[in-house]
């Protein structure tokens, strides 16, 4: 396993639109707590991290109800309007404690049933990548490429694979694909697509297919059964 520091970031500034509720979807309530407090304690006791730093919205109300203890090494920043700032904002920060080599993994707060075994099988399998990489899940469905209602094509499946997070690369590596991307204006929804940009080809580590992303209402109850399952294993 790699000797180089490993540290989490948590972008948690959305608003969670989609979701469509009285809060931000990283703050409603799942089986004894809230998403971002299963997420967070998901990657606490995987004891993997140097640090673990969390971008909030500077309007966010709700962190102080998730009553962490001031012993655990979680840190704050204020996020930022796409995903993609929260994400530097965060990197920026570990920047001050770490070195550019140093490896960060950046989960979204809105998957809260990462596994520790995910997490251990991407810190094994990237820590020695001279580019990086992600968790992903390959895609069982036959895929269609639609114009205007209409298929135009069937999309060979074999090569597509739904991304998920955590996502792994070295900070200096990051941060300047972060902000290449931004001074471009592309808009990336996830770190290995600013990689990509940069010409560079981070790796695909399978993960498990429970490690959802609440995105829409009918997410949640599958969440908590997925933890509910979890807790069997
Ligand atoms: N996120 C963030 N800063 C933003 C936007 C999103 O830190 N400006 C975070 C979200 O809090 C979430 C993760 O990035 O944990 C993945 O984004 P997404 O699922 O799109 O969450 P939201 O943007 O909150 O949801 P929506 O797109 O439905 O508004
Ligand atoms: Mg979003």
Excluded at 83 to 94: E, K, M, N, T, Y
Excluded at 115 to 136: C, K, Q, Y
Aim: net charge negative; proline share 6%.
């Amino acid at each position: 396993m790699s000797k180089t520091p490993v540290w989490a970031l948590v972008p948690a500034a959305g608003v969670g639109k989609r979701m469509a509720a009285d809060r931000p979807k990283q703050y409603l309530p799942l089986g004894d707590c809230t998403v971002l407090k299963h997420t967070l304690q998901r990657l606490m006791a995987s004891q993997l991290y140097a640090g673990i730093v969390v971008a909030l919205s500077p309007e966010d109300e709700y962190w102080p109800s998730l009553c962490l203890s001031d012993t655990e090494q979680v840190y704050r920043v204020a996020g930022g309007r796409e995903r993609a700032d929260s994400v530097l904002s965060g990197l920026d920060f570990i920047a001050l404690l770490g070195s550019v080599d140093d490896w960060v993994m950046v989960h979204d707060a809105a998957r809260p049933c990462v596994t520790e075994t995910d997490l251990r099988r991407l810190v094994e399998e990237v820590g020695n990548d001279p580019v990086g990489g992600i968790l992903a899940l390959p895609v069982h469905d036959t895929l269609k490429d639609v114009e205007s209602n209409r298929i135009q094509s069937t999309v060979d499946r074999s090569r597509v694979w739904r991304a998920l997070t955590p996502q792994m690369f070295r900070l200096g590596l990051l941060r300047d694909a972060l902000r290449e991307a931004s001074r471009n204006d592309r808009r990336v929804t996830d770190e290995a697509s600013a990689i990509e940009l940069k010409g560079l080809r981070p790796l695909i580590v399978e993960g498990r297919p429970d490690n959802i992303k609440i995105t829409r209402p009918e997410d949640l109850p599958l969440a908590s059964y997925y933890l509910e399952q979890q807790r069997c294993e």
